[in-house]
C-alpha cells in the first residue's frame, strides 16, 4: 500500500521536490525519507555540503532502483542544475548527459569537458549495475 506524504497527499513515486532523479520510481530510498529531510541531504551544493553528499551517496549507494534512476538521469527530462542524482552530482550527470547527445550525433561538437570514467561507453559490455557497484566502491574509499 503506498505511504503518504507529511501532508498527507499519496506519494506516487514522482518527487516533489525534484533535486533527485527518483521519478516513478516506487521503492526510492529518497522517497522512503521525510521529504524535509531528503531536501536537505539531496538538494545541496555538492562540493560545499560533503557531510550531506556523502549521507545522500550512502543512501544512494542502498538503493534499489539506484540502476533505473541512473537511466532516468541520462536518459530522461532535463536534470536539476544542483544536488545529488543516484550518488552522483547534477553536474556530473549533465556532463555525461553532454557526452551521450555527442556521441549519439544530437551534438555535433564534443563536450570540452572530459568524458566520466563511469559512463559506459555505447558498444560495451558494461552494464549499468557495474557502473553503480564502481561508484559505490568509491564512496567508500
Ligand atoms: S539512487 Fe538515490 S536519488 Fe536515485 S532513487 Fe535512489 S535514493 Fe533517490
Redesign the pocket.
Known amino acids: 500500500m503506498p505511504s503518504a506524504n507529511h501532508d498527507g497527499s499519496p506519494r506516487t513515486g514522482e518527487l516533489e521536490l525534484g533535486a533527485?532523479?527518483?521519478r516513478n520510481?516506487d521503492g526510492?530510498?529518497?522517497?522512503e525519507l521525510n521529504p524535509l529531510v531528503a531536501h536537505k541531504f539531496?538538494d545541496i551544493n555538492f562540493q560545499r555540503d560533503v557531510v550531506r553528499r556523502k549521507a545522500?551517496q550512502n543512501?544512494?549507494a542502498r538503493?534499489v532502483?539506484?540502476p533505473e534512476?541512473?537511466q532516468n538521469?541520462l536518459h530522461g527530462p532535463a536534470p536539476p542544475t544542483r544536488g545529488?542524482?543516484?550518488?552522483l552530482s547534477a553536474h556530473e550527470v549533465r556532463r555525461a548527459r553532454s557526452w551521450l547527445a555527442f556521441e549519439t550525433g544530437a551534438l555535433e561538437k564534443a563536450p570540452r569537458r572530459p568524458r566520466p570514467q563511469w559512463l559506459p561507453r555505447p558498444d560495451a559490455a558494461e552494464t549499468t549495475e557495474q557502473t553503480l557497484v564502481e561508484l559505490d566502491e568509491g564512496i567508500e574509499r
Open positions: 533527485y532523479g527518483a520510481l526510492a530510498a529518497c522517497l539531496f545522500a543512501i544512494c538503493c532502483v539506484a534512476c541512473l538521469a545529488v542524482i543516484a550518488g
